[in-house]
């Protein structure tokens, strides 16, 4: 057995493929399927999600109070007042912003933007940024991406006379701010998409103000929606589609030089700006003010975007050298008890914009929710961020205990928090309390959702390129991944320090090759025989103008038990098998073995026979003296991995049995000379007889065994009066009878006879002692 990273979820089918059938529809049975997982039934609707059209945008005018917007911009326009447009520091808010403030500038407007910066200000409209403001003339403020929940703020620009319009689309809260205007889908009742980005509100906004529809502003709306994981469904997707269109061939300068940088070619798809473009982006405002971000994304001048680039992919390295010393911190001086349900971690001088993402990587890594916060010393706070698991709620379980915070938000997977230092310990407490009530140590696993298992001759190339048509993927149309279970035919460790893995999968006609990044240690831990369970996304891995379906593994496992062959081997290191299962025991013949890591359990077999619980690795390290005593351990334990690790310096099993004739020769001889100096006699015997020293000492023991001689000082007396005895009477003769049917079974069979006979051990209840059939 091999146990999955993550709990693996298999998608459930919406409706059936008949009704595709019954549509005369030439998509493959794999691609109905995804359809139908995403809630597509009909021929019209796959038609409309397999090809995007602006057309089927909404109209703006659907959102509440965009009119009552629109008009005061114009009368602000008209009137030359000066207009602030207030944004986010992240890729959604600076992208926002940048579409915006372009709308305005082309409508000839007065106006400029503000972005807070996250260290000095937080998120968000602040009461000293609106009065600075007011100082230098604004007259009208719009929000993008941000301001739904400023009701003080709200106020206070009332108070200065600063009409405010708030465009957003993070949740509402009960009470609202009192604006001129509110564009918020989830606050227009009629608008029927409520899932834009703070970018699409804006674009919205954009082309209400500009009376048509402004397709020059869709690359910077693909990057918003695509880096704020909004649901990639409805106007999103269609938004995402065309904007990535555009990034593939934009003009805009600062794009052009932020590819170049990023060495983006080709068709821009969402992991480009998933993965290169939103990322970059976002290090500005993690780092420094965001102001830097959107003066990228406006300017026009090549030269002066290559040099704005040079610096944010500058920010960018150094956030990723930031996150590395702190994550590396963590892990070397913070204590992190992996017993506990949750991980809170504090400390001083850390840099707030990256903890988000230190906290994601403590997640993946340890599998339970983790805290990190840094301490203010001055002020006795602890503020930083959260990320959780699949399986628990982070911001309901901290709103139970929201007593111990001064400032909290978030969602169910991620939030943001201030606390007093003196309540950071307080909060673990609580959390850890929480969190080992609610879950099993099963649930502390991540999720992977699989959308099909497939056969090897299912992947092809053409399936490959028709799953692109699902594209752009994202939240809600997940990029899909697929199960595969078969016997690999190559395992191969990749890499300086082998730390990637290379699988191969073959039938009589077909062939997949599977890639696992990071996990070259998991080699060790797949048997020849095992069927593999893989989990990933399918590619097309090409080479020297050859191309080949592969799967990019995510995770795998093994159901069955499985047999680790190492017989023949001096030295086997035990330590790379700890870590996949916790209860592992060794069984010895005669003496504990001294290099067996802590951890270990040593018993020998006659100890074993007297376990009853499962066991989940068990290595055999000395062949048993009776193979039904191995036969009842392994019935009762029932391992998920047996290493087998014999090694027989002297074979019984190879070595001459003595034959009955041979008995009644060497007896013969006794009875002759009724005195037999085997000092004397032994070379002359052997080179007679051509026998071991072994077997003839063996014979000898038997003899004295069942008393037929007696042996003193190497001396060999007949017993001239014995009773009459069967030679397998004899311990000595059972034994080594035993040990020859023990090295037959468990040390010269075959794998696949090993693997058969653990297997009959494992279903059988009831042993019958195998008859001896050696003898006289």
Known sequence: ??????????????????????????????????????????????????????ENLIDPLQLSAIDIATERVHQAIKANEKILVFGDYDADGVSSTTVLIQALQELGADCDFYIPNRFTEGYGPNELAFRAAYENGYTLIITVDTGIASVHEAAVAKELGIDLIITDHHEPQEELPDAVAIIHPKCSPNYPFKE???????????????????????????????????????ENRILAYYGLRQISVTKRAGLVALKKLCNMEGNTTEEDVGFLIGPRLNAVGRLQDADLAVQLLMTADKDEAEELAKIVESLNQERQKIVATIVKEVEETVQIDTN???????????????????????????????????????????????????????????????????????????AGMTLQVENVSK?????????????????????????????????????????????????????????????????????????????????????????????????????????????????????????????????????????????????????????????????????????????????????????????????????????????????KVKPLCIHVCFYVEHSVYLSHFPSREDFKWLYSLIWKREKLDLGQEQQKILQAKGWSRDSLLFMLNVFSELEFVKIKDGIIHLNKSPQKKDLQEAIVYQNRVKQGKVEKALYYATYDELVNWFNECMGQTDYLKEEVTHGL
């Open 196 to 234: 834009l980005a703070g970018v699409g509100v804006a674009f919205k906004f954009a082309q209400s103000l500009l009376g048509y529809f402004p397709e020059q502003f869709l690359d910077l709306v693909a990057i918003g929606t695509i880096a704020d994981l909004v649901p990639l469904e409805s």
């Open 427 to 635: 909060l673990e407490q609580a959390l850890d309390a929480i969190i080992q009530e609610q879950l099993t140590p099963d649930e502390f696993k991540q999720e992977i959702y699989i959308s099909k298992s497939l056969e090897i001759e299912d992947i092809n190339e053409a399936l490959i390129e028709e799953m692109k048509h699902l594209a752009p993927f994202g939240m809600a149309n997940p990029k899909p991944k697929f199960h595969i279970k078969h016997q690999p035919t190559e395992i191969r460790q990749l890499g300086n320090m082998k730390k990637h893995l290379k699988l191969m999968f073959k039938n009589q006609a077909s062939s997949v090759e599977g890639i696992a990044f990071g996990m070259g240690d998991l080699a060790a831990h797949i048997s020849p025989s095992a069927k593999l369970s893989v989990v990933g996304e399918l590619g097309i891995n090409e080479w020297n103008g050859i191309r080949k379906p592969q799967i990019i593994i995510e995770d795998m496992r093994i159901d069955d038990w499985q047999l680790f062959d190492h017989r023949g081997k001096k030295q086997i290191d035990f330590s790379i098998y700890m870590n996949q299962f916790e209860k592992h025991l060794l069984l010895y013949t005669h003496q504990e073995h001294d290099k067996a890591p802590t951890g270990i359990t040593q018993l020998s077999y006659e100890q074993a026979i007297k376990v009853s619980e499962q066991v989940e690795v068990l290595y055999l390290t000395d062949l048993p003296s009776d193979l039904d005593d191995l036969k009842t351990i392994i019935h």
């Open 1 to 54: 057995m091999l146990r999955s990273k993550a709990n693996w979820k298999f998608a459930k089918q919406n409706g059936t493929t008949q009704q595709w059938l019954d549509d005369g529809t030439e998509l493959s049975p794999v691609i109905q399927e995804l359809l139908l997982q995403r809630g597509i039934q009909t021929m019209e609707e796959a038609h409309s999600f397999l090809n995007p059209s602006i």
């Open 340 to 414: 506990k349900g949750v991980i809170v971690v504090a400390k001083e001088g850390w840099n707030e914009g990256v903890l988000g993402i230190v906290a994601s990587s403590l997640v993946r890594k340890y599998d339970r929710p983790a805290i990190v916060l840094r301490i203010n010393e001055e002020n006795g706070t602890a503020k930083g961020s959260a990320r959780s698991i699949p399986a628990f709620d982070l911001f309901q379980n901290c709103m139970n205990v929201k007593e111990l915070f001064t400032h909290f938000g978030g969602h169910s997977q991620a």
